[in-house]
């Protein structure tokens, strides 16, 4: 799917913690990215819960609370689903358990090549006219948040926030500005969407940013290949082979 819907202006935003090192630090965080819904629960419960508790009437009232699960749940980051539930709880909203990752793209340790050509995908059904509250553990580009919202408005939701532990990347908001799309626009035209299935105007802050540097489209394309190449042997090097 053509990523052909941008996260909505004026979204409201609600980071956690300041830093990565305040969640990387926590007891229970390797058991919870490991899998663990109990170490996630208890994670949360110390980091997050307080900050979710000052932050009520942040988002609109029953909103669904939507975050990048896998199907199999063996095993994937537990966080963003269990802050979802603790985020439905503290704003009056719901948990959604409809919309699914359908696959894991390994974005942890990945650079931002890698991550802008390793979309990932979902699937589910999407309650139609219903307000969503985007949820992750942590943004780095921003690329899953932004492919779940172009999921959800595709089928008829209204983003209208997002709330995440950590914002990571670095420009701390999804919304590029306009002065970079319009440079990106003028410099390459269609070829960032021929290359990575992303509308110019879709891109994250942070993916913008990234590719403004690049002179030209073969640029991007070289660079492209060698991220391929480093997927790969990440990918085998997991598999034990």
Do not use: W
């Not at 340790?109 to 890698?114: I, K, N, T, V």
């Amino acid at each position: 799917m053509i990523r052909s819907n941008a996260i909505p202006m004026g979204v409201l935003r609600l980071p956690l913690l300041d830093n990565l090192a305040t969640l990387q630090r926590h007891r229970d965080y390797q058991n919870a990215k490991a899998g663990s819904h109990h170490a996630a629960f208890r994670l949360i419960a110390d980091l997050a819960a307080p900050k979710l508790k000052t932050g009520v009437g942040a988002f609109p009232e029953h909103a669904i609370f939507a975050s990048p699960f896998a199907s199999e749940l063996t095993g994937d980051n537990a966080l963003p689903i269990v802050l979802a539930m603790f985020c439905a709880k503290a704003f009056g909203g719901e948990c959604d358990l409809e919309i699914v990752q359908k696959e894991r793209v390994f974005h942890t340790g990945a650079d931002p090549m890698e991550r802008l050509i390793s979309r990932p995908t979902f699937d589910g059904a999407v309650s139609a006219g219903r307000d969503y509250v985007l949820v992750d553990d942590v943004t780095n580009m921003g690329n899953t948040l932004a492919e779940l919202a172009n999921f959800i408005i595709q089928g008829g939701g209204n983003v209208v926030g997002y709330c995440v532990m950590v914002d990571h990347g670095r420009i701390p908001t999804l919304i590029p500005d306009r002065k970079t799309i319009m440079s990106l626009e003028e410099r390459f035209g269609n070829e960032i969407k021929d290359i990575f299935g992303i509308s110019v105007a879709c891109l994250t802050a942070n993916e913008a940013q990234y590719l403004i540097g690049f002179r030209s489209a073969d640029e991007i394309r070289s660079r492209c290949a060698k991220a391929k190449e480093e997927i790969h042997r990440r990918r085998l090097a997991k598999s034990g082979h």
